[in-house]
């Protein structure tokens, strides 16, 4: 019988077709905005980040977490301190699943990124968030909560993409607004792709 996981980027993940994963799916409600799966862009910031690593027990937010892969490489790797926050309740399961196999531990926090309070952003050191802009109803709420952390004094937001549209105009918008970094990048593991990173100095 074939492993039920695999390791990526030092990650302990489970495979969809699992049995963790096929019980859980059984269990719980399905994840309903797109959280049903690990997403690439996270691995884009898994290398800035080891190009860029943030101090010992940093505080770290990562938005639109889904299966917070990103989050749970965070605690392991950097021992921050990691919120994981998104919409949506059904993908915090496959979030605390993973963050077992891994032995860390992520705080979650159930929210949309326009309804985060302004005193837990400010308390940030460092926002993160992959594959989170990809329909346009989300540039609003996105560069609401962008402006609100960089009120707040947040050092650093880090937001990657394949390269949709809604995150290419999220990211014309920082630019002007926030005099944003926006880097073309790419990845060989897991797969071979290329990217954006949208990187917000504060
Ligand atoms: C494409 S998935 C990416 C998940 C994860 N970042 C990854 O790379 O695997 C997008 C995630 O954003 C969440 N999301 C969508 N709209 C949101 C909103 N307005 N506020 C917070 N989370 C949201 C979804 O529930 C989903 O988990």
Redesign the pocket.
């Known amino acids: 019988m074939a492993a039920d996981t695999k390791t990526v980027r030092g990650i302990t993940v489970y495979k969809n077709k699992s049995q963790a994963i096929r019980t859980l799916l059984d269990l719980n409600d399905d ?1 309903e ?3 049903n799966k ?2 690439f ?2 691995f884009f910031i898994i290398d800035y980040l080891n190009a860029n690593p943030p101090q010992h027990k940093t505080k770290i937010m990562e ?5 917070g ?2 989050s749970i490489y965070c605690a392991k790797k950097f021992n921050a301190k990691v919120t994981g ?4 309740k059904n ?1 915090f399961p496959f979030l605390k699943l993973h963050a077992k196999a891994n032995g860390v531990k992520v705080k979650k926090n159930i ?3 326009e309804n985060l309070k302004l005193n837990i952003l400010a308390k940030q050191d460092l926002i993160v ?4 802009c ?1 329909w346009k109803e ?1 540039i609003e ?1 996105l560069y609401k909560m962008i402006n609100k952390a960089v009120k707040e004094g947040v050092p650093r937001i880090v937001i990657a993409d394949p390269g949709r549209a809604p995150f290419l105009k999220l990211a014309k918008r920082c630019v002007k607004k926030f005099k944003a970094e926006l880097i073309q990048v790419d990845i060989s593991e897991p797969k071979t792709k290329n990217g954006y990173l949208l990187i917000i100095e504060n």
Do not use: E, M, N, T
Not at 63 to 67: D, L, N, Q, S
Not at 85 to 88: N, P, Q, T
């Open positions: 994840p905005i797109h959280g690990i997403w862009s996270s938005v639109g977490c889904g299966w892969i990103l926050v998104d919409a949506d993908v929210s949309r990124y968030g992959g594959d989170i990809f989300l709420p």
